[in-house]
């Protein structure tokens, strides 16, 4: 969840390591004694940020001091975009794949390609090699590295499944065999038997595309970073067509569904399926929902196919302590998780050696079907992303806007997807 960002107040202290932050943002440079001062701002809650302040008192070096910035709730995103417009960026933010990519190739970010490139323990190599290589620009710098990693499938209610005599979805399970639970599920008496809003929101043409590449057909976008087109071919129309006919059936929640509180009612029983992430798990662990409940990898045709989506920390150009920063961005990637996720185990993260951390909290908690599915989700090879990276991005979903809920909707025919699709590639043509 992104936070908002204010100017800081007292930090969690110990050893003189984290100290308060006298200004909002801003790359701190080296103090006049010669030692570095490097900042940080997250969009994590305080609980999260308290857990990591705990975790950064292990940092040890007598020439860097970590001041964090605090973040209270609110629009990260527009604060962002206040420290970036004022050159204020702290040494290391908190940023998205989409973000890292703009900014990098802008030359807003410091490019750690060079001090990645090698075989160290803090290599490219000690990454999920799908992810470094997603947070590759066109001309192979790295201007953020990433940090935890999003896998998506369907949450499940174990007892909904069992009382409308279903077998519970499992890897390998089939598209078909959802779209046939969830009418079942909706036959039964739930309002609907799946919420996807990743199918009918303005990311729902990405996540459809697993459907194509799992049958063996094209994706919507050919790259989500680079793209030079967007394609709909017969297979991306007849996994459009069985979503249509799941919305008017009403086993699907229709475009404009409310999911403001969907964790909630899936957590009350309410909602028997659910596309989502595995953040999820963290606040079940938490909250104890009073159902049984269990998370499956995204459905299949053929073969598994799914979305990737990392989130990390970058960088901008102008920081006057690459080395002083580069250490603590090793520190937070291969050290603070794996001291913050055994209590709240929201993501796998993309530094290999701390995802034992990730990993063994799920165990603890009895989590196998989501330690099952986040690895099969990191495992398939077939993949896309969750939505453009590109600058022009919101030309691109003004027209998915356009188009793709009342298609869903039945409100405009499936040709009017190919409609969309030129639109889409006039957008493309024009910005390449």
Same mark, same amino acid.
């Given at each position: ?19 308060? =932050?006298?200004?909002?943002?801003? #790359? ?26 705990? *975790?950064?008192? %292990? ?36 940023? %998205? ?6 900014? !990098? ?20 190599? #000690? ?11 066109? $001309? ?39 779209? $046939? ?16 809003? *990743? ?35 017969? !297979? ?16 699907? =929640? ?27 798990? &963290? ?13 499956? /990898? ?35 990637? #291969? !050290? ?10 929201? +993501?796998? /993260? ?10 063994? &909290? ?8 989501? &330690?099952? !599915?986040?690895? +099969?989700?990191?495992?398939? /090879? ?19 806007? *356009? ?9 405009? /025919? ?19």
């Amino acid at each position: 969840m992104k936070r908002w960002i204010r100017c800081a107040g007292a930090l969690l202290s110990a050893g003189g390591l984290l100290a308060t =932050a006298t200004a909002c943002g801003g #790359s701190s440079g080296k103090q006049s004694d010669g030692k570095a001062t490097v900042t940080l701002m997250t969009w994590e809650s305080a609980a999260t940020n308290k857990a990591i302040d705990q *975790a950064l008192t %292990g940092f040890h070096d007598p020439n860097i001091t970590v001041k964090r910035v605090d973040t209270p709730n609110g629009n990260y995103s527009d604060k962002l975009a206040a420290l970036t417009q004022a050159k204020k960026l702290p040494d290391l933010f908190w940023c %998205g794949n989409d973000t890292e990519q703009q900014y !990098t190739s802008q030359g807003l970010l410091t490019d750690w390609s060079s001090r990645l490139s090698d075989s160290s323990d803090f290599g490219a190599s #000690s990454f999920v090699s799908s992810t470094m290589k997603n947070w590759k620009t066109a $001309d192979g710098k790295i201007g953020g590295v990433p940090s935890l990693l999003n896998t998506y499938g369907i949450w499940y209610d174990v007892d909904a499944f069992k009382a409308a005599g279903i077998t519970v979805p499992a890897a390998g399970w089939t598209w078909d065999q959802m779209f $046939d639970a969830a009418a079942q599920l909706h036959a039964k008496g739930a309002k609907y038997g799946l919420v996807a809003d *990743a199918l009918t929101s303005t990311d729902g043409p990405f996540s459809l595309s697993t459907y194509a590449l799992s049958a063996g057909g094209k994706p919507f976008a050919d790259n989500v970073h680079q793209p030079t087109k967007t394609t709909i071919d017969a !297979t991306y129309t007849e996994g459009v067509s069985k979503v249509v006919a799941g919305i008017k059936s009403g086993a699907i =929640a229709p475009p404009g569904y409310d999911i403001s509180n969907q964790q909630g009612l899936f957590a009350a029983g309410q909602i028997p399926m659910l596309w989502s992430g595995q953040w999820l798990a &963290a606040g079940f662990l938490t909250d104890k929902p009073k159902i049984k409940y269990g998370f499956a /990898p995204l459905p299949q045709v053929t073969k598994p196919a799914t979305l990737y989506d990392a989130v990390g920390i970058c960088t901008p150009s102008y920081t006057q302590n690459a080395d002083a920063t580069f250490k603590v961005l090793k520190y937070l990637d #291969s !050290t603070v998780w794996t001291k913050v996720l055994p209590d709240s185990p929201v +993501a796998a /993260p993309a530094y290999l050696s701390a995802q034992n951390a990730y990993f063994g &909290a799920l165990d603890k908690a009895g989590q196998t079907t989501v &330690a099952a !599915t986040v690895k +099969a989700g990191l495992n398939t /090879p077939t993949t896309i992303g969750v939505r453009f990276t590109t600058q022009w991005a919101s030309q691109s979903n003004d027209l998915i806007t *356009a188009y793709w809920p009342d298609i869903l909707n039945g409100k405009k /025919p499936l040709s009017d997807l190919q409609t969309m699709t030129d639109k889409i590639n006039d957008v493309i043509k024009n910005n390449s």
